[in-house]
Structures are given as C-alpha cells and as structure tokens.
C-alpha cells in the first residue's frame, strides 16, 4: 500500500497566519492527491483535486502544490472557520489511502 | 441538490453480519463509481471498497476481502455494503462516496453523513 505521511500532526496557528502542512507519498502519485477538509462530527469536506485544483465554492485562501511524492497544502490567511483537520489522500493506486491527518488548533 | 444518505448501522455482534445502504439524489448515479470510507473513533478516513458505475468492477481493501461486499442497484439509485464476519476492529462511522468525475480514479466530492456501526459483545 502507499503510505501518506503528513506533517506536522498539530499545528497552532492565529487568525491572519499563512499555514502550510505537507504530504508525502511512499512512492511516485504523479497528480493523483485530494485534500479534505474535517470538523468535529461531520464527514469530510473536498477541497482540492489532482493536487492543485481547487473545487468550486471553496475560498481562494486554499491552494495546493506539488507532484509524484511531496505535495502542500496552504491557507494563505487563516479564517475562523478554518480551525479543523486536513487530511490528503492518494487515489493514483487501489487501495487508496489517508495521511493521518494534520489538526490545525487556534494558538 | 446532490445528497447521498447512509443507513443500516448499529451494533452487532463479533462474527455477526450488517448490511449499510446508501440512497443518492441530485446527480445521475449509474455513470459515477461509487465507494465506501470509513472512520475508526479518532482515527483519519480509511478507504474499504469502491464500484463502477456500471458494477462491472469492484475493488476492495485486504482488511475486508471475503468478508465485505460492495453492490449498487442503478435503478433505485442505492449503494449497498454487506459485511459478514465483524470484528472490533470494524467499529467506525462509516461513509458512502462519490467520486468526482465520470471515471476510475478521482477525488470523493461528495460523502453522506456517516452511519455509525459498533462492533461489540
């Protein structure tokens, strides 16, 4: 199986702060990375598609990077409402598989 | 609007059998391939099986092969998930998804609101 690793696991952040969290691949994915956005009780969020593109609707803040096994996730300026967990997912290989996530806290 | 509902939770038995349904609205079911997540407490999503659109395919993680069985019933716009042989290690809410395009490989777009399943004696 391929193995998503993302970092940090915490990261505590401010209102207005740039954020980035990282995730990589235990081998080569080409563009085939999601991001999802998850709060307490909920099912996760879409965010982002084939590692850079944004899905309609979601807030310009959010942009994805990267290719074959390093990717990022950046918030340009936190919001309130971004207080949650991310997590990336690989779907270039059955069986598709979830970082473990990364919890962004208020500081 | 796009919705996909999730039922048939609840809690079984070790060894006992579940079978979850997950009723989708809005978008044109039979061309998308459908799958299943799941979510152990406090743990990240794990993907368990997936379907074509057609059901001509289907795919399983190897934690739940033999034991699992995905099927879509593209008249009555429902995916189903029997699972046989439950063990502890199977409590999670578990989630039906949508994958985004008319493809095989994609991102999940759309996911219901979970059905809970507890594993216990």
């Known amino acids: 199986d391929i193995q998503m690793t993302q970092s940090p696991s915490t990261l505590s952040a401010s209102v207005g702060d740039r954020v980035t969290i990282t995730c990589r691949a235990s081998?080569?994915?080409?563009?085939?990375l999601a991001w999802y956005q998850q709060k307490p009780g909920k099912a996760p969020k879409f965010l982002i598609y084939?590692?850079?593109s944004l899905e309609s609707g979601v807030p310009l803040r959010f942009s994805g990077g990267g290719s074959g096994t390093e990717f990022s996730l950046t918030i340009s300026s936190l919001q309130p409402d971004d207080f949650a967990t991310y997590y990336c997912?690989?779907?270039?290989?059955?069986?598709?598989?979830f970082g473990q996530g990364t919890k962004v806290e208020i500081k | 609007q796009v919705q996909l509902v999730e039922s048939g939770g609840g809690v079984v038995q070790p060894g006992g059998s579940l079978r979850l349904s997950c009723a989708a609205s809005?978008?044109?079911?039979?061309?998308?391939?459908m799958y299943w997540v799941r979510q152990a407490p406090g743990k990240g999503p794990e993907w368990l099986a997936g379907?074509?659109?057609?059901?001509?395919?289907?795919f399983y993680r190897e934690s739940v092969r033999g034991r699992f069985t995905i099927s879509r019933d593209n008249s009555e716009n429902t995916l189903h998930l029997q699972m046989n042989s439950l063990r502890a290690e199977d409590t999670a809410v578990y989630y039906c998804?949508?994958?985004?395009?008319?493809?095989?490989?994609?991102?999940?777009?759309?996911w219901g609101q979970g059905t809970m399943v507890t594993v216990s004696s």
């Open positions: 998804a949508k994958i985004r395009t008319i493809g095989t490989g994609d991102a999940f777009d759309i």
């Open positions: 081998q080569s994915i080409s563009s085939n």
């Open positions: 809005g978008f044109t079911f039979s061309s998308y391939g």
């Open positions: 379907i074509w659109f057609d059901g001509s395919k289907k």
């Open positions: 997912q690989q779907y270039d290989t059955y069986p598709w598989t």
């Open positions: 084939k590692a850079s």
